[in-house]
């Protein structure tokens, strides 16, 4: 864990209604302004969308 969170702890600015608290925010990490949604990614789900993250975790452990 460098510099980061372990996978499958979600991030400390998620909310519970799932929304980020830092959207629109100056200190919103780069990163995540940067990431640009694909079909691949998220699919027609939230759960096709964790089956891919969870893919892409075991895949880069
Ligand atoms: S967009 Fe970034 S800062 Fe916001 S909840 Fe997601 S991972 Fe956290």
Same mark, same amino acid.
């Given at each position: 864990?460098?510099?980061?969170? !372990? #996978?499958?702890?979600? %991030?400390?600015?998620?909310? !519970?209604? @799932?929304? %980020? #608290?830092?959207?629109?925010? !100056?200190?919103? !990490?780069?990163? %995540?302004?940067?990431?640009?949604?694909?079909?691949?990614? %998220?699919?027609?789900?939230?759960?096709?969308?964790?089956?891919?993250?969870?893919? @892409?975790?075991?895949?880069?452990?």
């Amino acid at each position: 864990m460098a510099g980061g969170k !372990p #996978a499958g702890i979600p %991030c400390v600015q998620l909310l !519970p209604d @799932l929304r %980020c #608290a830092l959207f629109g925010q !100056p200190s919103r !990490p780069a990163v %995540c302004a940067s990431l640009r949604p694909t079909e691949e990614m %998220c699919g027609d789900s939230r759960e096709y969308a964790l089956r891919w993250l969870a893919a @892409l975790e075991a895949d880069t452990r």
